[in-house]
């Protein structure tokens, strides 16, 4: 038997943009209230039946001729960015549209953006809320007027205020890859991002919201809403936690199929996949005997203690028997819980979704990664990131999970956005580190003139005073004279008495320089430049951004010299 289930849609975007607020208020369920500091803490489901879709949007969808054939919606409200990639299944996306949730105030922010990035990445389709326009500067509510009829009504300067705001978001979505309009406007709902300006706080917008919800979920999503409810049930956990009477239980989204007390069910797991039976089910809080999809539900089965949130579930039937399941829920895991390369990051996250997004956006910066894996940050975790061998690779990034003091470095924060923006910069960093310690390594390029009338000993070894011209004088730093041959190295430096390891441009010193004769080998008045192999002389041309305008000039000095008697040498 195959019927039409209840739309999934996903709201998503910036903390505190109005999320929770727009399902509240179409619910009528009290959701903030339950949340600390009234922002939205773990991910969550709320069911909306046709009846509440009627006493909002009722009315405008009868004008629009618009039969409303879906049972209803069940909205997944997401805290940020991190609730969508939790709710992503492997093979497509769990939710069937998107709800992205801008405040007309604020504009595009950053998790804001990640979640535009992710939705774009699972080709997920989605319209935008515009919300908080009763905030506009001079608004006037008009909750009982549709809303283009109460955006002309109000002044002139609050409407150019609103235009103003819209056109920049739309501005600033066609820079990240999207052709967007206000909905009135759209030509085209496959070519173009319809935005509906709203207030979730007056209800003012939401009917308009609404109607394009059905609208598009009845015109584009219809073979995807149709559910056969003979077969086994498939459905994606939101949440593990802890009951005080029950233990533990898993709350998941339910979106294929049906499922009843005394199934066999199969659920993915970090190791292997998880075999275990339906004990209770809880709907709304109520115990019920069977669930059909589209559901919001609390499962109670043992040996359960090991699942993560945003792992695959599936029920055996008669087509699909427990060995044909469990391998394809574990190829479902395995997509994401990867060990790939000789070399790379490890990546660490608190659930499932949130390890393939931070993954995801990992990969399109072209970072490696060695291990990815759910849950908090283990002695095999710090043992693969010691064992790197570049000094590049040997760091942990993890998302939502506790931080840890150890010898390899560790990145966490609970915004994706921020994890990739700390990394970037440690990264930076540690380049520019290691490079400058293998430019110590390296000869660098330094020119030094011999002062007249500051010769302190002749030889063995002569020590005579010198001004460096350009560049950074070094103890064992070998020396050349103008036709590139190596004549000495700087066996010592003195600089007002004191012995010094090296001194730098513009200083005036004395030098120790073994097995040489002043009036020989050197002369007063003479320049010197540091001799260089040619396996340093490339190397160096490699690193030029590391070193300064000078000793790029010296580089070249030194090459003509050389290829005076070789045309060749460090090409």
């Known amino acids: 038997m195959t019927q039409t289930r209840s739309l999934i849609c996903l709201l998503t975007g910036h903390v505190d943009h109005g999320k929770s607020q727009i399902i509240e208020t179409i619910s009528k369920k009290k959701i903030l209230n339950k949340e600390a500091g009234r922002i939205t803490q773990k ?56 709800i992205l949730v801008v405040d007309a105030n604020e504009g595009i922010l950053a998790q804001t953006q990640e979640a535009i990035e992710i939705l774009k990445k699972c080709k997920t389709p989605f319209i935008i809320a515009l919300n908080k326009i009763d905030l506009v500067s001079g608004w006037r509510q008009n909750v009982g007027k549709d809303i283009l009829t109460n955006i002309n009504s109000q002044s002139e300067t609050t409407r150019d205020l609103l235009d103003n705001k819209l056109y920049t978001l ?76 029950l233990g ?32 209770n089910i809880f709907e709304m809080k109520k ?59 490890v990546v660490k996250a608190d659930s499932l979704g949130s390890l393939e997004a931070l993954v995801c956006l990992l990969k399109d910066k072209k970072i490696p990664i060695k291990r990815a894996s759910v ?32 010898n390899v470095q560790v990145i966490t924060s609970d915004v994706i956005y921020t994890i990739i923006e700390k990394f970037e910069k440690w990264r930076e960093y540690t380049k520019k580190d290691l490079e400058t310690k293998k430019l110590d390594r390296l000869t660098r390029p330094c020119k030094v003139y011999i002062i007249p009338n500051f010769v302190f000993r002749q030889s063995n070894p002569a020590v005579v005073g010198v001004e460096i011209l ?46 040489v004769i002043v009036g020989r080998q050197v002369i007063e008045g003479q320049v010197l430049v540091s001799d260089l192999n040619e396996e340093e002389f490339r190397r160096l041309k490699e690193m030029k951004t590391f070193l300064t305008p000078d000793e790029i000039e010296l580089l070249k000095e030194i090459a003509e010299s050389k290829r005076k008697n070789n045309p060749m040498w460090g090409v």
């Open 43 to 98: 991910i969550s489901a709320v069911k909306v039946d046709i009846n509440d879709i009627n006493s909002l949007a009722g009315r405008l969808l009868k004008n629009l001729k618009i039969k409303i054939k879906i049972p209803g919606f069940l909205f997944i409200d997401s805290p940020g960015h991190a609730a969508f990639t939790n709710l992503r299944k492997r093979g497509g996306n769990l939710a069937d549209i998107a």
């Open 170 to 245: 739309v501005g600033k979505l066609y820079e990240l890859g999207f052709n967007a309009e206000r909905f009135d406007r759209v030509s085209d709902y496959t070519k173009q991002v319809a935005i509906v300006p709203i207030s979730a706080k007056t209800t003012e917008g939401l009917q308009e919201l609404l109607a394009v919800l059905v609208g598009l979920a009845q015109k584009y999503l219809e073979n995807e809403l149709n559910v056969e409810l003979s077969k086994g049930g498939k459905g994606v956990v939101l949440e593990v936690r802890e009951d005080k009477g």
């Open 248 to 279: 533990t239980v898993l709350d998941v989204v339910l979106y294929d199929g049906k499922i009843s007390v005394n199934d066999e069910f199969v659920i993915g797991g970090i190791e292997n996949p998880i075999v275990t039976k339906v004990r």
């Open 287 to 345: 115990p019920v005997e069977h669930v059909e999809a589209a559901a919001n539900i609390t499962l109670i089965a043992p040996n359960v203690e090991e699942v993560c949130a945003g792992m695959p579930l599936a029920v055996v039937d008669k087509l699909n028997d427990v060995n044909k399941l469990k391998k394809e829920v574990q190829e479902q895991v395995e997509e994401v819980v990867i060990e790939t390369g000789k070399e790379g990051i």
């Open 375 to 406: 849950g908090e940050i283990c002695k095999g975790d710090i043992a693969v990131a010691e064992s790197q061998k570049d000094e590049i690779n040997r760091v942990i990034v993890g998302f939502n999970i506790k931080d840890v003091k150890e």
């Open 470 to 515: 350009k560049g950074t004088l070094k103890t064992t730093m070998p020396l050349m004279n103008g036709t590139g041959k190596r004549i000495t190295e700087v066996k010592s430096i003195q600089e007002e008495g004191k012995n010094v390891n090296e001194v730098c441009k513009g200083k005036q010193v004395a030098v120790s320089l073994p097995g």
